[in-house]
């Protein structure tokens, strides 16, 4: 590969629309609607708009888990945001998420509806609503918290740090790489140092520190995304390893991962979901087989 002049940049920064990259279209550098575009609308209380990414995973992930343990309120319609193709940038997706990012959710069940944006924030709501997955004692709770809050400052190192240097970058940047790298493996061990004293994250108990861990490191330690498991030397992180495919073997986690996905195996795709019977004939993948 040519090597690149060096970066001089300039004295006001414009964008270049011609600059390269998977995201080149629909990154931007200003926010609202591109165009009207009204959202659909389905039967159930809740009404999530994803894709499945890991943070669109997140929130299937918890709602699949409170309908597991009986809770009817959760049931929800889950509708594809295809945001390759700009879906985020619709009005009506806007009026959701002012900052066109997925998840978005709104909950119907009131006298108004309640929007809720950004996956921390979607967890959150809905463990409260529901009582579940959140610790009640104080300073279990607040240990919940603070991972929660450490994935949600964390992932953007990992995802738009070194997933984007690593493998999505038109150029490879040295620089670029070895700073998230170096990045990535010090959360990594982070979790593992962690994690050989505690079942979870929170303790002895599941909670949404995990759900909201598990797709990007949990799944990262696993190989299954950004090809770089040997690059990171993930299989060194033994702790991590077996609370990935403790949670990775939950029936809620591969009902979860399979909603709004539109690649890997059919087995493991679920365009939309508008109800449990939308399972029929899929199995999923188990993560750890």
């Known amino acids: 590969m040519e090597e690149q002049p060096p970066y001089e940049p300039p004295e006001v920064w414009v964008a270049d629309e011609e600059n390269g990259g998977k995201f080149a279209k629909t990154n931007r550098p200003v926010a609202g609607p591109t165009h009207e575009e009204d959202l659909p609308t389905g039967d159930h209380p809740l009404q999530l708009y994803s894709l499945g990414t890991p943070n669109g995973v997140k929130v299937t992930i918890m709602l699949e888990e409170l309908l597991g343990l ?38 119907r069940s009131g006298a108004e509806p309640v929007r809720i ?37 964390s992932a953007p190192y ?27 493996k010090r959360q990594l061990d982070v979790l593992d140092r962690h994690l050989a004293d505690h079942a979870y994250l929170a303790g002895d108990e599941y909670s949404i520190a995990d759900i909201a861990t598990w797709p990007w490191y949990g799944v ?50 679920m365009e939309e979901r508008h109800g449990s019977g939308d399972y029929l004939g899929k199995t999923g993948v188990r993560i750890n087989s």
């Open 70 to 107: 009986g809770h009817a309120g959760a049931e929800y319609d889950a509708h594809i945001i295809r945001i390759g193709d700009g879906d985020q940038f619709g009005s009506g997706f806007v009026g959701v998420n002012p900052n066109s990012k997925i998840p978005a959710m709104i909950d």
């Open 117 to 153: 944006f950004e996956s921390g924030s979607i967890l959150l709501y809905l463990a409260e609503k529901f009582g579940a997955f959140i610790p009640t004692d104080v300073k279990a709770k607040t240990e919940c918290m603070s991972w929660l809050f450490w994935l949600t400052g």
């Open 158 to 184: 990992l995802g738009g740090g070194f997933g984007h240097f690593y493998h999505y970058a038109p150029v490879k940047i040295k620089y670029a790489v070895d700073r998230f790298a170096m990045e990535t």
């Open 220 to 269: 990262l330690a696993l190989g299954r995304i950004y090809d770089a498991a040997a690059f990171l030397d993930v299989q060194s992180y033994h702790h991590v390893q077996r609370w990935t495919l403790d949670i990775g073997s939950r029936e809620a986690v591969i009902r979860g991962r399979m909603i709004n996905r539109t690649s890997g195996e059919p087995e493991e795709q």
